[in-house]
């Protein structure tokens, strides 16, 4: 069965600093990989996704994440960060069983 | 023009009620979904149907029914409700990639149901 894992639950960073949140997936086959971002009150918003290809992939507002197979992992990463990014964070898997789970979320709080 | 919009928003109700979420999509998606966000933000799907035929049944009571009456609509009909059910509950669509597996969720705003 698929599943995801999400280790930082809470992340607190002042503007200007380097983020790395972490995501590693369990599951053996082929896999489509994602990161949405959920901002104050509103719906979940596709960040970047990796399907096949360039294992670096690049999303909006500054964000990247790095598909390394051998870790099962696809960590997200920005070089600076801005207060307007506190938001929460999900990683997502879909394998052959076409349902996208969920890892349990990064709250990221940035402040100025 | 919203992608996937959801009605209500917001809705407060006791106990026992039975209640309705509706969701409607005009990306012209073969697939939607329904998603429960609990409390601490877990984020768990319940219901995916495409061309209104149930694909995905989570592990849901029989309270919950899920109904499409066309590939751009996905009502989630709740009866009997519990303290537990409380959460916001999300749509989605999506439509298929190549070979017939789910590309990107695009996701409505979420409605936020409060059981008393």
């Known amino acids: 069965a698929q599943s995801v894992s999400q280790h930082n639950h809470h992340v607190i960073l002042s503007e200007a600093a380097s983020l790395e949140l972490g995501c590693n997936y369990s599951y053996g086959g082929t896999v489509n990989l994602f990161w949405y971002v959920q901002y104050p009150g509103q719906h979940l918003q596709l960040l970047l996704k990796?399907?096949?290809?360039?294992?670096l992939v690049k999303g909006i507002k500054g964000f990247e994440a790095e598909f390394i197979k051998s870790k099962f992992s696809f960590n997200l990463r920005k070089p600076s960060v801005q207060w307007s990014d506190t938001a929460e964070y999900f990683c997502a898997v879909m394998g052959n069983t076409d349902k996208l789970i969920f890892g349990t979320g990064t709250r990221l709080q940035v402040f100025p | 023009d919203t992608a996937v919009s959801q009605t209500p928003k917001y809705l407060v109700t006791q106990m026992g009620n039975d209640k309705s979420i509706k969701c409607e999509q005009n990306?012209?998606?073969?697939?939607m979904y329904w998603y429960k966000q609990d409390s601490k933000k877990f984020l768990k799907i319940m219901f995916s149907?495409?061309?209104?035929?149930?694909?995905i049944n989570e592990t849901v009571p029989n309270r919950f029914s899920p109904k499409s009456p066309d590939k751009a609509h996905l009502n989630l009909h709740i009866n009997s409700l519990e303290l537990g059910d409380s959460a916001v509950y999300f749509c989605?669509?999506?439509?298929?990639?190549?070979?017939?597996?789910?590309?990107?969720?695009?996701f409505g705003e979420g409605s936020r149901l409060t059981v008393l």
């Open positions: 990796y399907f096949s290809g360039d294992p």
């Open positions: 149907y495409n061309n209104k035929e149930l694909i």
């Open positions: 990306l012209g998606h073969d697939t």
């Open positions: 989605a669509s999506s439509h298929e990639l190549t070979g017939g597996a789910p590309g990107e969720l695009f």
